[in-house]
């Protein structure tokens, strides 16, 4: 099982991060957090990166079934998808497969729950897929 469901767009970054905006609000998901990866870099340690962006994706009512299955599961939240530049005009958006990564917890339920998260996830990949197709 792969830990992520990818896809890569004929883009300009910043049309790449809408729209994966957009396609994660479609499927009842909102950004609660935003990392620019290029900018903490260059901030931080002085490299220079490609373009590179962590939106913190949460589903509110599949966070509270995750809480409610496993208390300490915030760990692990909120489900990570990454943008990032490849080669110009070529961005690949990638959101964690939360099934594989809540394999190391012993909680049946809440796997079942995580497969449920990923279908979600997954349907938003593919959403930008076809839209990227277009």
């Not at 300009?12 to 479609?26: I, P, S």
């Not at 339920?109 to 593919?126: D, K, N, S």
């Amino acid at each position: 099982m792969s830990y992520h469901f990818s896809t890569t767009l004929l883009s300009t970054f910043d049309k790449a991060v809408a729209d994966t905006r957009e396609a994660l609000k479609a499927e009842g998901f909102g950004v609660i957090t935003e990392i620019n990866v290029t900018q903490t870099l260059k901030d931080k340690i002085g490299v220079d990166f490609r373009p590179y962006q962590i939106l913190g994706a949460c589903n509110p009512g599949m966070a509270w079934e995750a809480l409610k299955l496993e208390d300490k599961i915030g760990a692990m939240l909120p489900c990570n998808v990454v943008i990032q530049e490849r080669e110009a005009g070529e961005i690949e958006v990638s959101a964690i497969n939360p099934a594989a990564s809540m394999q190391s917890v012993d909680n049946p339920a809440l796997l079942a729950h995580a497969a449920v998260v990923g279908e979600h996830l997954a349907r938003v990949i593919e959403r930008l897929r076809v839209a990227g197709s277009e």
